[in-house]
């Protein structure tokens, strides 16, 4: 009888999904009903689930991370199993401060220079950052490489870069949320995959396409609102329960 398929899961937030039950790793703010968890049951697959919230490249690659609450995770790429079958990945968004400089602004305006605008602040010594042609580059190039090393270490893999839902779409949005730069950082964002996609050969699940309809302000959004709280400190602007339900399906969809 064959073995069921091994599936690596990396990633940040977008991939972990804080806040949604049940969690399974409070460190990592990792769920169990997060796009791989729900994939891997899709599929009947083996999960290795590797996402930490708050991840970048760098620490997927070869850097240590750090949690806010001072746990230490190894690099993700430490954990893919040469016989994994699948390994999806969903990074990125931290390399450009996507999700830093949208909590910043959010909170500085319901608590001006309250604690958590102060700390979020220390990761904006420029202020709000608008995205250079070198930024989408040096993030693209980063989710190139987490997919040559996954191949280096898991030959056999099927490898998806899985792209982040969208945040702000065409429906309006509430202020402080309408400023462009936001709008600027997520299309850089998205074309970082489409980059890194075509320099690694990797296949790109585009959910940032299929979710325009689902962003903040729609009428059925897949991202969390803004929630000046201490349960939504984390979960706010990510990914809802919907929203993994249907980035695991694209991903089903695309491996056909």
């Known amino acids: 009888m064959a073995l069921p398929l091994l599936y690596a899961a990396l990633g940040s937030s977008f991939a972990s999904g804080p806040g949604i039950d049940p969690i399974v790793d409070a460190e990592a703010m990792r769920s169990g009903a997060n796009y791989p968890h729900l994939l891997a049951q899709r599929l009947g697959a083996t999960l290795i689930d590797l996402s930490v919230s708050g991840a970048t490249t760098a620490t997927i690659l070869d850097q240590p991370q750090v949690t806010i609450s001072g746990a230490r995770f190894a690099p993700q790429i430490e954990g893919v199993p040469p016989d994994a079958g699948l390994v999806t990945v969903t990074a990125g968004g931290n390399d450009l401060r996507y999700m830093t400089a949208m909590m910043f602004t959010a909170w500085n305006r319901v608590r001006p220079g309250g604690p958590a605008a ?139």
Do not use: K
């Open 118 to 256: 102060r700390m979020l602040a220390a990761d904006l010594p420029d202020g709000l950052p608008a995205p250079t042609p070198a930024d989408v580059a040096r993030t693209a190039a980063g989710l190139a490489e987490i997919v040559d090393r996954v191949r280096s270490r898991a030959p056999r893999a099927r490898v998806l870069l899985v792209d982040y839902l969208t945040v702000l779409g065409d429906a309006p949005v509430p202020e402080p949320f309408d400023l462009p730069v936001f709008r600027e950082i997520q299309s850089a964002l998205e074309s970082a995959y489409v980059t890194a996609a075509a320099a690694s050969g990797a296949g790109l699940v585009a959910v940032s396409a299929i979710s325009r309809g689902h962003a903040l302000g729609s009428a059925s959004p897949w991202i969390h609102p803004f929630s000046p709280t201490a349960a939504g400190a984390y979960s706010s602007l990510h990914p809802n329960a919907a929203g993994m339900t249907a980035v695991a399906a694209a991903v089903v969809e695309h491996l056909g």
